[in-house]
């Protein structure tokens, strides 16, 4: 039912059909990136997890990553065994559906491809984008692992 809806209400429909204790907000001001969710929510840019989308042929890659880390793109190349590159604003959107700023780490389509760093390990909780460049959901590191996949080192 979730693939038919579009940014946080599809975010916020597969959380209660999965059974997903979390919840999604929607803010007045901006969550685009790491430092602007960190001010409107009052944590501090590593407890966001942000989503940085590539590309990889028609496949699109998002690596979910502690705010204040980079992604290594050869890391992620050399685990997945193929080459990525950065995408634009037009493929993220056409590749997941989700704008920049609002790309979470699910529920995705089965031409994306999720990876979590493990950076976010050095915490219980943290924040992701839920769907839409305003709005974010908390989640614990543990419901992350157990929706999206082990943890792997992809940061600079």
Known sequence: MFNNLRGSKRVS????DEGIEARV?????????????????????????????FKAGEQAVVVVISGDRRVDANKVSAYLGFKIVNADAET?????????????PFPHTPNVKVILDKSLTRFEKVWAAAGTPNS???????????????FVDVAI
């Open 25 to 53: 907000i929607t803010l007045d001001e901006s969550t685009r990136t790491s430092q602007l969710a960190a001010n409107a929510l009052g944590c501090t840019v590593a407890e966001i997890a942000k989503s940085i989308a």
């Open 92 to 104: 993220v959107k056409e590749l997941t559906g989700y704008s920049i700023g609002g790309v979470p």
């Open 13 to 16: 429909v597969y959380l209660e």
């Open 136 to 150: 974010v959901m908390d989640l614990t590191v543990d419901q992350l692992k157990s929706i999206v996949g082990d």
